[in-house]
């Protein structure tokens, strides 16, 4: 049952195989069994669990049953649930519980789902393995010494070792995606402004954006028709009408043009994943689909971009941690001064404090016209290089990371190698672009993630595409053997 897509779980559940009840109990039981290894859930909700799965059957037999009535899902820890900790993987929240539910949790609530619990994930969503978190690092359920990738990586490696059905994420340079392709599940990071923000902690708010983590593209379209939507409370969510995610899986690729961006496949990537891509290529082919290379020529530049606009919005958004407002505040401060510094460096993380700091360097008036201007220009170029891109093709085909999931510790030391982890998911942040993540292989038993980046709000033909090579392919129903 535990690895069972969302459309055959409701399935069961319609025709009265298992009750959300039972299913519930299934998934808890594994928590119980897995988590203490993998680590992937900060609070797992039993009680709650159990009662919203009652009232799913309840639902369910009066006929009211909603999208997703009664499938046990997870929710990243930066997605504020009203009575439930929200604590973003920090020391500084670790005793936050929020008065209010996000706009995305909500959704879930309305349609149906049963919240089984809060996943872990890299502090305030810095990172790339998870090793961030307050709470200790999450274990890749493919091989326990590896990182499942960051900062999704409780929700991916939760949804990988059959612990929930589905998981949301959140997607600033790739924290969806990248985890996604470590963890060998799929996973959508939507165009910025399609899924409201409202009730996400704030990390770098012109990059943030939630999306759904499942086991195929079929689930995430499912996912993402409770996700999306305008929301009057989010200014930067979009007004554009959603689509029908799900009605749109079965169109042919036939006279669809793929392009292959020159300056993803180069020297920095894997051959095993390079040779992994070639097959995946192929089998577009084989679907009907013309392949044509292209040139995104800013590519190179998106990294240091990023670490530049990503610390500045942080160290603004991160300011409102102050010990007087929210969470954490230290013990018996001398003064304001005293409160104010003890407080945010026993609550926020080596790499919180990191990024703080970069982005009040480069956000400081010396320095704002020769870091912060300069990287903003490098932003309108990358986004430049794509609506270019897509006045020739359809779709861009590349890997999603630069290699397989990595022993845990083995880049901790060296942020610059951790940074170049998202070299392939943060041009598309940058540029607020669609893009989802699958599995296309495998090398030495770690899952090798493929990424398909789409036009603004074309997420039904990224999910479309998606699912095509899923009918072809079976890469997204491997599974890892528990111990
Ligand atoms: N790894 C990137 C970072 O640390 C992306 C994180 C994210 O997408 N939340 O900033």
């Given at each position: 049952?535990s690895f ?5 779980l409701?399935n ?8 959300s ?7 808890l039981k594994?928590i119980?069994?897995?988590n203490?290894e ?5 609070t ?5 669990a159990?009662?919203?799965a009652?009232?799913a059957?309840?639902?369910r ?8 009535e009664?499938?046990?899902v997870?929710h990243?820890d930066l997605?504020?649930t009203?009575?439930?900790l929200?604590s973003?993987?920090?020391n ?6 929020p008065?209010y539910?996000?706009?995305v949790?909500r959704?879930?609530?309305?349609a149906?789902a049963?919240c ?12 790339s393995s ?6 200790g690092?999450?274990r890749?359920p493919?091989d326990?010494t ?6 999704s990586?409780g ?11 589905a998981a ?6 790739g ?13 959508l990071?939507?165009t910025y402004?399609?899924i409201?923000?409202?009730g996400?902690i704030?990390f770098a708010?012109?990059l943030?954006q939630a999306?759904?983590?499942?086991r195929s593209?079929?689930?995430c ?6 996700m999306?939507?305008?929301d009057?409370m989010?200014s930067?969510?979009?007004q554009?009408?959603v689509d ?27 051959p095993?994943?390079?040779q992994?891509l070639q097959e995946?290529?192929k ?11 292209v040139?995104?020529?800013?590519t190179s ?5 990023y670490y530049v606009?990503?610390?500045?919005e942080?160290?603004?958004?991160l300011?409102r941690?102050?010990?007087?407002r929210?969470?954490k505040r230290?013990?018996?401060p001398?003064d304001?001064d ?12 080596a790499?919180?404090q990191?990024?703080?700091l970069?982005?009040?360097?480069v956000?400081?008036?010396?320095y704002?016209d ?6 903003q220009k490098?932003?309108r170029l990358?986004?430049n290089d794509?609506?270019?891109?897509f006045?020739?093709?359809?779709l ?10 990595f022993?845990?510790?083995?880049k901790?030391?060296d942020p ?6 998202d ?6 942040s940058?540029?607020g672009?669609p893009a ?9 038993g ?9 036009n603004?709000f ?11 090579y899923?009918?072809r392919t079976?890469?997204?129903l491997?599974?890892?053997t528990?111990?």
């Amino acid at each position: 049952m535990s690895f069972k897509s969302i459309s055959e779980l409701l399935n069961g559940l319609t025709q009265k195989e298992f009750s959300s009840v039972e299913l519930t109990r299934d998934y808890l039981k594994r928590i119980q069994q897995y988590n203490a290894e993998l680590n992937c859930f900060i609070t797992i909700a039993e009680d709650q669990a159990v009662e919203a799965a009652e009232t799913a059957d309840k639902r369910r037999e009066t006929g009211a049953a909603g999208l997703l009535e009664g499938i046990p899902v997870a929710h990243k820890d930066l997605f504020c649930t009203e009575g439930t900790l929200t604590s973003c993987a920090s020391n500084m929240l670790s005793n936050f519980i929020p008065p209010y539910e996000s706009t995305v949790t909500r959704r879930f609530l309305e349609a149906g789902a049963v919240c089984l619990g809060k996943t872990n994930m890299d502090e305030f969503a810095m990172g790339s393995s998870n090793e961030n978190s307050h709470f200790g690092p999450v274990r890749n359920p493919w091989d326990s010494t590896r990182v499942p990738g960051g900062s999704s990586g409780g929700s991916a490696a939760a949804v990988a070792a059959g612990l929930c059905a589905a998981a949301t994420g959140t997607d600033t340079g790739g924290s969806i995606r990248q985890p996604a392709a470590f963890c060998g599940i799929t996973g959508l990071k939507p165009t910025y402004g399609r899924i409201s923000r409202l009730g996400m902690i704030a990390f770098a708010s012109s990059l943030d954006q939630a999306g759904p983590m499942a086991r195929s593209a079929e689930d995430c379209a499912l996912l993402l028709q409770v996700m999306a939507g305008h929301d009057p409370m989010d200014s930067t969510s979009a007004q554009q009408a959603v689509d029908q995610y799900s009605h749109n899986l079965g169109s042919e690729l036939k006279g669809l043009t793929i392009g292959l961006p020159k300056e993803y496949y180069n020297e920095g990537l894997d051959p095993t994943i390079g040779q992994a891509l070639q097959e995946a290529i192929k089998t577009y082919e084989s679907l009907g689909a013309t392949i044509k290379e292209v040139s995104l020529p800013h590519t190179s530049l998106s990294v240091p971009a990023y670490y530049v606009i990503a610390p500045a919005e942080a160290s603004a958004n991160l300011a409102r941690f102050d010990g007087v407002r929210y969470g954490k505040r230290c013990d018996s401060p001398a003064d304001l001064d005293d409160l104010y510094m003890r407080t945010r460096a026993e609550g926020f993380g080596a790499e919180v404090q990191r990024r703080i700091l970069i982005g009040t360097y480069v956000l400081s008036a010396g320095y704002f016209d020769a870091y912060y201007r300069q990287a903003q220009k490098i932003r309108r170029l990358i986004k430049n290089d794509f609506v270019e891109a897509f006045g020739q093709v359809d779709l861009l085909l590349c890997p999603t990371t630069p290699d397989c999931a990595f022993p845990l510790g083995s880049k901790s030391a060296d942020p610059v190698q951790m940074y170049l982890e998202d070299i392939f998911t943060i041009p598309t942040s940058l540029a607020g672009l669609p893009a989802l993540a699958l599995p296309c292989g495998q090398a030495n038993g770690l899952p090798i993630g493929l990424q398909l980046i789409g036009n603004y709000f074309q997420e039904a033909r990224l999910l479309n595409a998606g699912h095509q090579y899923q009918q072809r392919t079976d890469w997204h129903l491997q599974h890892p053997t528990l111990g």
